[in-house]
């Protein structure tokens, strides 16, 4: 099983961390794993995004052409990254932050979830990201929500450990959701 | 087994310096290497070793020459144009065969160009870069686990032969995250220096080095000596990867991220009914000409895939002697090329070979 995910979002929503969660959470569990992010010249507003690949073989190639999955953020990622998921594929919205005509124009499968807004419930948008991922989770099955708490211990710096329930409550609400 | 870590290529490569036993770091900010340099600002300290930021990309590479010249294990790194400002300094540290470590993690060019990846550097490391009859040891890793093991074989490598040993990957494999085992690879042992300059002591003689030496028949000499060095390097330290060659109609030639593509293009290929090798030179310098060149004998064509304008061609050419057709499908500018276009490529080179 191989699945090629990209992450995407503005600068700050936590596209990057959600991915390197991902890929330690899959290392975790024994897979080969990779995580690339985009670094060329952002601008502030601009799209930031992520390849992670979570495999049971050899990783290949870690750039993604076509993507079993685009979690995406906002709307420019939606209208950048829809075009590269396969047909097979599904997308991930945060319909917070895209405009519902948007996603209903989609020809491609999507999940629309209003993460930004429930994160906000929780306290915080900076839990939208993992809120999702708590959406991917009970879509695919591919990794269990305990290999993404022990990941949050790893990507976390330990200052940061006691938001290690919180993040675990944002990702559980998102399973549920 | 130890434990698996996700990291990132950059921090990788400077854990792996200090591993070797680096206690010297010269640098100068640079995208997309710069996190070697953080790495090391906060390691170096901690376990007595230097961290120094150079006032610029030439102070920095004759900090290495200095430190090295001592017997330290010392290591500069930067990308494309930083490396270019280090030529000077690379070519004088040849001369003067003292050990040195370089990082190159490629980005675009020609000139300031753009930060990301690219191995147009190709020539640049292989062929000379500065000026003189002189090499470095080039190793070219495509994985992350790579960057650890060849970083450390570097620093061997550089100690063995008293010259450079060039690390060159490129922008991706320095941003992309893997998982890294930093197991026991091999020996990192202190290589006896008794050419170093760091005080008499017992030994009843001083040590000199410089790279000047205005007596031809001298110079000549050491010309000499250099080259019988580089036929030696040659006889031993050639590596390289052969992936699904005994039965390939055409091989392809690639390294760094892009033979990592190749990977992905073979099993597309497959499903077509067209069987892809896949040779990776992990030394680029020295090249394996024979071990590319020998199956000449059984495919149709090879084609060398490159992220610049076609440069290691020519090696593949020279391995290939006239025996077989050597095509070139590359991108620039900081295009990857995707499994797509490669396999429209081979598919297009086979029509041609068949007719």
């Given at each position: 099983?191989?699945?090629?995910?990209?992450?995407?979002?503005?600068?700050?929503?936590?596209?990057?961390?959600?991915?390197?969660?991902?890929?330690?959470?899959?290392?975790?569990?024994?897979?080969?794993?990779?995580?690339?992010?985009?670094?060329?010249?952002?601008?502030?507003?601009?799209?930031?995004?992520?390849?992670?690949?979570?495999?049971?073989?050899?990783?290949?190639?870690?750039?993604?052409?076509?993507?079993?999955?685009?979690?995406?953020?906002?709307?420019?990622?939606?209208?950048?990254?829809?075009?590269?998921?396969?047909?097979?594929?599904?997308?991930?919205?945060?319909?917070?932050?895209?405009?519902?005509?948007?996603?209903?124009?989609?020809?491609?499968?999507?999940?629309?979830?209003?993460?930004?807004?429930?994160?906000?419930?929780?306290?915080?948008?900076?839990?939208?990201?993992?809120?999702?991922?708590?959406?991917?989770?009970?879509?695919?099955?591919?990794?269990?929500?305990?290999?993404?708490?022990?990941?949050?211990?790893?990507?976390?710096?330990?200052?940061?450990?006691?938001?290690?329930?919180?993040?675990?409550?944002?990702?559980?609400?998102?399973?549920?959701? | 087994?130890?434990?698996?870590?996700?990291?990132?290529?950059?921090?990788?490569?400077?854990?792996?310096?200090?591993?070797?036993?680096?206690?010297?770091?010269?640098?100068?900010?640079?995208?997309?290497?710069?996190?070697?340099?953080?790495?090391?600002?906060?390691?170096?300290?901690?376990?007595?070793?230097?961290?120094?930021?150079?006032?610029?990309e030439i102070?920095?590479i004759n900090?290495v020459y200095?430190?090295s010249s001592?017997?330290?294990?010392?290591?500069t790194?930067?990308?494309?144009?930083?490396i270019s400002l280090k030529q000077e300094g690379i070519s004088y540290i040849a001369g003067a065969e003292i050990p040195a470590v370089v990082?190159n993690?490629?980005?675009?060019?020609?000139?300031?160009?753009?930060?990301?990846?690219?191995?147009?550097d190709y020539f640049q490391a292989t062929k000379g870069g500065g000026h003189g009859d002189y090499h470095n040891i080039v190793?070219?890793?495509?994985?992350?686990?790579?960057?650890?093991?060849?970083?450390?074989?570097?620093?061997?490598?550089a100690?063995?032969y008293r010259m450079c040993a060039m690390?060159?990957?490129?922008?991706?494999?320095?941003?992309?995250?893997?998982?890294?085992?930093?197991?026991?690879?091999?020996?990192?042992?202190?290589?006896?220096?008794?050419w170093?300059?760091?005080?008499?002591?017992?030994?009843?003689?001083?040590?000199y080095i410089s790279s000047v030496n205005v007596n031809p028949d001298e110079l000549e000499k050491l010309n000499q000596r250099l080259q019988a060095k580089y036929r030696e390097v040659t006889?031993?330290?050639?590596?390289?990867?052969?992936?699904?060659?005994?039965?390939?109609?055409?091989?392809?030639?690639?390294?760094?991220?892009?033979?990592?593509?190749?990977?992905?293009?073979?099993?597309?290929?497959?499903?077509?009914?067209?069987?892809?090798?896949?040779?990776?030179?992990?030394?680029l310098w020295p090249f394996?000409?024979?071990?590319?060149?020998?199956?000449?004998?059984?495919?149709?064509?090879?084609?060398?895939?490159?992220?610049?304008?076609?440069?290691?061609?020519?090696?593949?050419?020279?391995?290939?002697?006239?025996?077989?057709?050597?095509?070139?499908?590359?991108?620039?500018?900081?295009?990857?090329?995707?499994?797509?276009?490669?396999?429209?490529?081979?598919?297009?080179?086979?029509?041609?070979?068949?007719?």
């Amino acid at each position: 099983m191989q699945y090629e995910i990209i992450i995407a979002g503005f600068g700050g929503q936590g596209v990057l961390s959600a991915g390197r969660l991902l890929a330690y959470a899959g290392m975790i569990e024994g897979k080969n794993v990779s995580w690339l992010p985009s670094y060329g010249p952002e601008m502030r507003g601009g799209t930031a995004n992520c390849h992670v690949i979570i495999s049971d073989d050899e990783v290949g190639s870690p750039i993604i052409n076509h993507a079993d999955i685009a979690i995406c953020m906002n709307l420019p990622s939606f209208e950048k990254f829809e075009k590269l998921v396969k047909d097979d594929g599904f997308i991930l919205a945060d319909s917070s932050m895209i405009e519902p005509l948007k996603l209903a124009s989609s020809h491609k499968k999507h999940h629309d979830i209003n993460a930004t807004e429930r994160a906000f419930e929780l306290g915080n948008k900076a839990y939208a990201n993992i809120f999702i991922l708590g959406k991917l989770l009970a879509v695919t099955k591919m990794l269990t929500p305990e290999s993404i708490e022990q990941a949050l211990y790893k990507v976390l710096p330990p200052k940061k450990h006691n938001l290690i329930p919180i993040e675990m409550k944002a990702l559980k609400t998102g399973m549920e959701n | 087994m130890g434990e698996k870590v996700l990291m990132k290529g950059n921090d990788v490569i400077a854990e792996a310096s200090i591993r070797a036993g680096c206690k010297c770091y010269f640098g100068y900010p640079i995208t997309p290497q710069t996190e070697i340099s953080h790495y090391l600002a906060e390691a170096l300290p901690k376990i007595g070793g230097v961290f120094l930021q150079a006032e610029s990309e030439i102070a920095a590479i004759n900090m290495v020459y200095g430190a090295s010249s001592a017997g330290i294990r010392a290591m500069t790194s930067s990308s494309s144009p930083g490396i270019s400002l280090k030529q000077e300094g690379i070519s004088y540290i040849a001369g003067a065969e003292i050990p040195a470590v370089v990082v190159n993690v490629v980005r675009c060019g020609p000139g300031l160009g753009g930060i990301l990846p690219g191995q147009c550097d190709y020539f640049q490391a292989t062929k000379g870069g500065g000026h003189g009859d002189y090499h470095n040891i080039v190793l070219a890793p495509n994985s992350v686990q790579e960057l650890y093991e060849l970083t450390v074989r570097c620093f061997n490598l550089a100690d063995k032969y008293r010259m450079c040993a060039m690390l060159m990957a490129d922008g991706s494999l320095g941003q992309m995250m893997e998982a890294v085992e930093f197991r026991e690879i091999e020996d990192i042992e202190a290589i006896d220096k008794p050419w170093a300059t760091n005080g008499m002591g017992t030994r009843g003689h001083s040590n000199y080095i410089s790279s000047v030496n205005v007596n031809p028949d001298e110079l000549e000499k050491l010309n000499q000596r250099l080259q019988a060095k580089y036929r030696e390097v040659t006889k031993n330290e050639i590596m390289y990867e052969e992936v699904n060659c005994d039965n390939a109609d055409i091989m392809v030639v690639s390294y760094g991220t892009t033979s990592r593509i190749i990977k992905n293009v073979i099993k597309d290929a497959r499903k077509m009914g067209i069987n892809v090798g896949l040779f990776r030179p992990i030394s680029l310098w020295p090249f394996p000409y024979d071990e590319l060149g020998k199956h000449a004998s059984h495919v149709k064509a090879f084609l060398s895939v490159e992220l610049s304008a076609g440069q290691m061609i020519d090696d593949v050419r020279l391995s290939v002697n006239g025996k077989k057709n050597c095509y070139f499908y590359g991108r620039t500018g900081g295009n990857i090329p995707s499994q797509k276009e490669i396999l429209d490529e081979i598919v297009k080179i086979l029509e041609k070979e068949d007719r």
